[in-house]
């Protein structure tokens, strides 16, 4: 059965520092990849998708960045952090085989990292 | 612009009772519809989806989704509620690509 990581689960930066969270999937092979920012626990604010490695789309301009190393690992990042960045990031894969529209594929979410920015 | 809509921040059910959490879409075209359900401190789970076909979509734990055109709307149900089932609930739409739109969610309280 495929299952998503993140880590870690909660963090505390001051602000000005770098960020890196990772999630990586197991069990699945070329998901779709995606970053999602939740503010104050209700809605999702997609930030990055990927659909391979190396392949990164933005959604929002901002202070953050991602990577996709590999084909089952996504990250994020940020050299310096601002307070505005503060939230629960939640990393998703969704199915990804060529006969398959992206759109209607269900996402799989991690349990999400909590990062507060002092 | 392309927008999913959860007109209620909180729905109160006592145990035992039917619930539905109410959702709307505004999308161009056919639209992928979804819900998710999240607890405390964890991701989002997916509960159910709607593509195409019949218009009553069922899915995990006992929840359905009614889908109706004409109202653009894809109301989520239950016909026995659980302590259990109280939980933040997002509906999302989808008509394309892989930007999926989630509505703002409904937090569910289920009373003993």
């Known amino acids: 059965s495929q299952t998503i990581h993140q880590w870690p689960a909660t963090l505390v930066q001051p602000v000005g520092s770098p960020l890196s969270l990772e999630c990586t999937v197991e069990?699945?092979?070329?998901?779709?990849l995606y970053w999602y920012r939740q503010a104050a626990g209700r809605g999702l604010q997609l930030l990055f998708y990927s659909v391979g490695i190396g392949q990164i789309s933005s959604e929002v301009p901002q202070n953050l960045s991602a990577s996709r190393p590999q084909d089952r690992q996504f990250i994020l990042s940020s050299k310096k952090l601002l307070l505005s960045d503060s939230g629960f990031y939640l990393c998703?894969?969704?199915?990804?085989?060529?006969?398959?529209?992206?759109?209607?594929?269900?996402?799989?979410f991690g349990d999400g990292t909590r990062l507060s920015i002092l | 612009a392309q927008s999913v809509a959860q007109p209620e921040d909180q729905v109160n059910v006592a145990e035992g009772n039917p619930l539905t959490v109410k959702c709307t879409y505004s999308v161009s075209g056919n639209p992928y519809l979804f819900w998710y359900v999240q607890y405390p401190n964890r991701g989002l789970q997916f509960l159910l989806k709607?593509?195409?076909?019949?218009?009553l979509v069922k899915g995990s734990y006992g929840f359905e989704a009614e889908f109706n055109k004409s109202q653009t709307s894809f109301h989520l149900k239950k016909p026995s509620a659980l302590v259990s089932d109280s939980a933040l609930y997002f509906c999302?739409?989808?008509?394309?690509?892989?930007?999926?739109?989630f509505g703002a969610g409904t937090r569910l309280f289920v009373k003993a």
């Open positions: 998703a894969w969704s199915s990804a085989r060529d006969s398959i529209e992206p759109s209607n594929q269900p996402q799989h």
């Open positions: 999302a739409g989808n008509t394309g690509g892989f930007k999926t739109i």
């Open positions: 069990g699945t092979s070329n998901p779709n």
């Open positions: 709607y593509i195409t076909g019949d218009n």
